[in-house]
């Protein structure tokens, strides 16, 4: 009898067991799913703010480099020699805001387990952000904007790397 009652025993323990892991699983594997989901958006609205940026962009270089040459040829006012000067700050800023944005999107993809699968694929993003502060920092703000379109193809083709998440 006491064997049959340790046989019973030991059985609900085993599958009391079971259903311990399999919830444990189950809830990791639900955790793993969410953090793609969120690492997959993440990359898609980094993708969304760059687009629109140097859709934008490109306009007011334009504007800078004309304000520039007027103000060197002495055809601008000092108030709008400011305002360019405002410009140039509000860019830059601007760019250092996407590059800290790709820093930190890139240390997801390292932290975070179900995301470091995919950190080759993102990796390098927030060099090419700094490659991009840095050209706005000296300037540049067209081959800023270039830089900056490298870095959505790059975020492009990492986002078809990752599963649809549905």
Same mark, same amino acid.
């Given at each position: 009898m006491a064997f049959v009652c340790?046989?019973?025993?030991?059985?609900?323990?085993?599958?009391?067991?079971?259903?311990?892991?399999?919830?444990? /699983? @189950?809830? &990791? *594997?639900?955790?793993?799913?969410?953090?793609?989901?969120?690492g !997959?958006?993440?990359?898609? $609205?980094?993708?969304?703010?760059?687009?629109?940026?140097?859709?934008?962009?490109?306009?007011?270089?334009?504007?800078?480099?004309?304000?520039?040459?007027?103000?060197?040829?002495?055809?601008?006012? /000092? @108030?709008? &020699? *400011?305002?360019?000067?405002?410009?140039?700050?509000?860019?830059? !800023?601007?760019?250092?805001? $996407?590059?800290?944005?790709?820093?930190k999107l890139e240390g997801d993809f390292r932290t975070k387990s179900a995301l470091r699968k995919y950190l080759l694929d993102i990796e390098g993003v927030a060099a090419r952000g700094g490659i991009a502060e840095d050209l706005a920092a000296g300037g540049k703000f067209n081959a800023s904007g270039r830089e900056l379109l490298l870095v959505v193809e790059h975020l492009a083709d990492a986002l078809v790397a990752m599963p649809s998440g549905k």
């Open positions: 340790g046989l019973v025993l030991s059985t609900t323990i085993d599958v009391s067991a079971q259903r311990s892991t399999r919830t444990r /699983r @189950a809830a &990791a *594997a639900a955790r793993a799913k969410a953090e793609l989901k969120k !997959a958006e993440d990359v898609a $609205i980094q993708i969304k703010n760059i687009s629109r940026f140097v859709f934008v962009l490109g306009g007011v270089a334009t504007g800078i480099e004309e304000i520039d040459k007027d103000v060197k040829a002495g055809k601008a006012s /000092r @108030a709008i &020699a *400011a305002q360019n000067e405002e410009f140039k700050a509000n860019v830059r !800023a601007s760019v250092r805001g $996407i590059r800290v944005g790709l820093a």
